[in-house]
């Protein structure tokens, strides 16, 4: 549960967030290569305050402070572009840059109420594998903590979505040469491959002809010399009825051991059709 001062600065930080801020603070290289995948360290990420040892975002959990910066770094450049969110939610920093670039802003998310569908230039009801939109509308499309849920199985409030399903929905949408956004935590809640930190089973999704330059990123998994953020047990009901492809042993270390970090995915719709 947030505090109030919490919620305060979440809602004032997104209400003064400024593109060219981000853009000056993000400038350049960010991360850290490491073979085909990047990596953004606590004490490398550009919201690290070395002098006072802390994150510099002042609100939130260890992983929002991460989704947060995430946001910045990604969300600063997207100037007049059509731009769909999946799984839009409360949270407005995204939303925010996405406007004041210039851009409009169109949301869809399962829990809006059915009477009020989803429309080009607002929020509304929708489902990632049923878009209301024609092909090729949108030049980015994304998502911020939403991708781990689409094919949740705990809760109940719906039929766990295919993954492939969604992607497909979301290549038809996109213009050539868009680009999409994800991230999603790991080791904390959502689908058994954002649980176990499956990135070879996640990155699998983006291998169709549809994507190209597709990158992974790892925020957080280093997070010297910030605190450890592990799931806890609100997190651990869950997990029974979500993960039934991985062994025992394999679940029981992540519960033992597991530390929740983001993860980010980038990827670029190619020319290729769907069928």
């Known amino acids: 549960m947030h505090s ?14 400024s593109p060219a801020a981000c853009a000056r603070k993000w ?20 919201s690290f305050d070395a002098a006072r ?18 946001v910045e770094a990604h969300f ?3 100037v007049g572009e059509e731009v769909l969110e999946v799984g839009f939610g409360r949270f407005k920093l ?4 996405v406007v004041r670039n210039g851009s409009r802003w169109t949301g869809i998310d399962p829990q809006q109420p059915a009477s009020r569908p989803a429309r080009i230039g607002t929020g509304g009801h929708g489902l990632v594998n049923a878009l209301p939109f024609p092909t ?8 911020v903590q939403s991708i781990e849920h689409w094919g949740q199985r705990a809760g109940g409030l719906r039929e766990p979505a295919c993954y492939e399903d969604c992607l497909a929905e979301i290549a038809r949408v996109t213009k050539p040469g868009g680009r999409v956004y994800f991230d999603a935590p790991i080791h904390f809640h959502g689908n058994e491959i954002f649980i176990m930190g499956d990135i070879d089973r996640i990155r699998k999704l983006f291998t169709t002809p549809w994507w190209e330059n597709v990158n992974i990123e ?17 997190e651990f009901t869950d997990w029974p009825i979500e993960i039934v ?30 069928d």
Not at 27 to 46: K, L, P, T
Not at 218 to 234: D, F, Q, V
Not at 264 to 272: C, E, F, H, L, N
């Open 4 to 17: 109030k001062r919490d919620s305060l600065l979440k809602r004032l930080h997104s209400a003064m967030i």
């Open 27 to 46: 400038q350049g290289q960010y991360w850290q290569d490491n073979g085909d995948e990047r990596r953004v360290s606590c004490a490398g990420c550009r």
């Open 53 to 70: 040892q802390r994150c510099s975002i002042r609100f939130g959990t260890p992983l929002r402070k991460c989704v947060v910066s995430s």
């Open 76 to 78: 600063h450049d997207c």
């Open 94 to 97: 995204a939303r925010n840059l």
């Open 136 to 143: 090729a509308t949108f030049d980015r499309v994304f998502g």
């Open 218 to 234: 790892r925020w957080r998994e280093n997070h010297a010399p910030l605190e450890r953020y592990t799931p806890s047990h609100k």
């Open 245 to 274: 492809n991985y062994a025992d042993n394999a679940v029981n270390a992540i519960r033992d051991n597991g530390v929740i970090w983001l993860l980010v995915i980038t990827a670029t719709r190619s020319d290729a059709r769907l």
